[in-house]
């Protein structure tokens, strides 16, 4: 089945510097991606997706590369800020078929940015 | 726009308990979902809705746990008898067919915290 692979958190960060979460997916056939991100006391929200092969998915300074040949999502950021501090969480949408339209998550990483 | 409402925020309950989870969605929006989400992994469908027909529960443990949604809008999820290991928030979650084809957008709730002593 699909699966989602996070690498694990907590990541700790000064503020400006460079960001990766590293996330890599099975599925079969040509997955839709996305990060989705949990502020502290929220519930989650689309951050950005891509929907095929080499789409760049970006918003808020974050991006983010559907890789197929790689099946990778990495999110990146180039200078975090204590706002960014939050759960996020890469998830698939696999192949549209009958038998549903979901979303499959991966565990999640934290990251907390400090001063 | 009012977003999805659930509740109650937080629920403490001892084993072999019932309690009883509500969610309120995007006013038109046909789809919801429910998400188990235990502490350290991610959120895990248990059970989804097209108006108030059910489209998958295959990931529902049926001998404990209910979920209905009668008239296609709010919805209540109930866990009879509780385990220690549903101790989880439960999120709701809400969309359109049409822009979730489109975008992959889901809109959550802020998620029910359950604690099974």
């Known amino acids: 089945g699909d699966s989602v692979t996070q690498m694990e958190g907590p990541v700790t960060l000064s503020e400006e510097a460079f960001l990766t979460i590293n996330c890599t997916y099975t599925a079969t056939g040509y997955p839709s991606l996305f990060w989705y991100v949990q502020y502290p006391g929220e519930g989650l929200q689309l951050l950005l997706k891509?929907?095929?092969?080499?789409d760049k998915g970006s918003n808020k300074g974050f991006e983010a590369t559907y890789r197929k040949e790689t099946t990778s999502f990495h999110l990146e950021k180039g200078s975090v800020q204590v706002s960014d501090s939050a759960v996020y969480f890469c998830?698939?949408?696999?192949?549209?078929?009958?038998?549903?339209?979901?979303?499959?998550f991966g565990t999640g990483t934290q990251l907390k940015v400090e001063l | 726009e009012a977003g999805v409402a659930q509740s109650p925020r937080y629920k403490i309950i001892e084993k072999r308990q019932s309690v009883a989870f509500w969610c309120n969605p995007i006013?038109?929006?046909?789809?919801l979902y429910w998400y188990q989400q235990i502490l350290g992994q991610g959120p895990k469908l248990l059970i989804q809705f097209q108006n108030n027909g059910v489209v998958d529960d295959s990931q529902l443990p049926k001998d404990r746990f209910s979920a209905e949604r009668l008239k296609g809008v709010d919805s209540t999820l109930k866990i009879q008898p509780a385990k220690l290991e549903d101790s989880a928030v439960y999120l709701c979650?809400?969309?359109?067919?049409?822009?979730?084809?489109?975008?992959?957008?889901?809109?959550f709730g802020e998620g029910s915290r359950l604690t099974v002593l």
């Open positions: 006013s038109g929006h046909a789809t």
């Open positions: 998830a698939l949408r696999g192949m549209l078929t009958g038998g549903g339209n979901k979303l499959t």
């Open positions: 891509a929907t095929k092969a080499d």
């Open positions: 979650a809400s969309s359109s067919p049409g822009v979730f084809t489109n975008t992959g957008e889901l809109f």
